[in-house]
């Protein structure tokens, strides 16, 4: 039996706010984690891809973990993207945010390594060992070139301190082969359409979304991300999911997070510059976020204000 608790639901990864001078904004940190509570959101992921980890300095990365531990609540999960360049630093800095009180950490393989199937599932193996806190994997082969096998995945679920899989391949076979194995975790996938993993994953028996899209539309991917018990949760999916497919798109339209950092910064929500050489989208692009936003009265429903000067 597993020792830890499952998060299931909407489980949003935020983006990394800035200031101007590009320092972080730790107040912003605080506004955004109060909005996702408001609305739904089960767990927040800070510093995962959408976050600009790969660009933040180990000192940033440290007082993001620092201050941002002191906002939990009993209503929201905070988890640390804690992947380092090996395992002893990965090792490090799950431990530095299980003692500065994190909910969970996730972790995926090393970039630019392309170390070898069992080589990551030993790795994380090693990093559950370390230290007794949720720990998620994240099975990501577009960002870092290493990808698990299903009965890779199944064998590291039965560690008592994994707690969730997030899946961003586009095979709805191994979604299948994991909801089929029934392993004693929170099975997961990427928000994005373009790899086509949501509907199969809430229909097998997923249990939510790792999604990046709820950092503007958190309400309706508490809705997309909710595990199935009846035919009103299927129905309520379908329809909130076709209505936000454009956004969806619009979201992945980019690298992550450049589309859905850049349209928050002109919607008034915390997120400030991104940390060069990323830059904004085009006006024309961002123009055509905001119409998505207006089309469905987004822009009212949360109170949006734009603001197209906050663009550059």
Known sequence: MKMHDKPTGSFVALI????EDGTIDISGFKNLIQFQQENGTSA???MGSTGEVSMLTTDEKKQIISET???KSEKIKIYFG???NNTESTIEMVKFAKNQGADGAIIAAPSYVCASRENIKDYVLEVCDSTDLPIGFYNNPPRINTDLHWNDLIEISKHPNMVVLKESTARVGQVAQMCLA??????MCCCSPNL???VPTMSLGGHGTANMTGNIIP???SIISKPWENYADATKFKDEYLKNLDILHFAYSSINPVPIKTLMRAIGLPAGPLRKPLKPISKASLNAGIELLSKLSLDKSYGYKINMNKVA
């Open 44 to 46: 927040v992921l800070i």
């Open 69 to 71: 531990s002191k906002m």
């Open 182 to 187: 029934k392993p004693d975790i929170s099975i």
């Open 196 to 198: 086509g993993l949501i």
């Open 16 to 19: 990394t706010p800035m200031n």
């Open 219 to 221: 309400k309706e991917l």
């Open 82 to 84: 804690c992947t380092g």
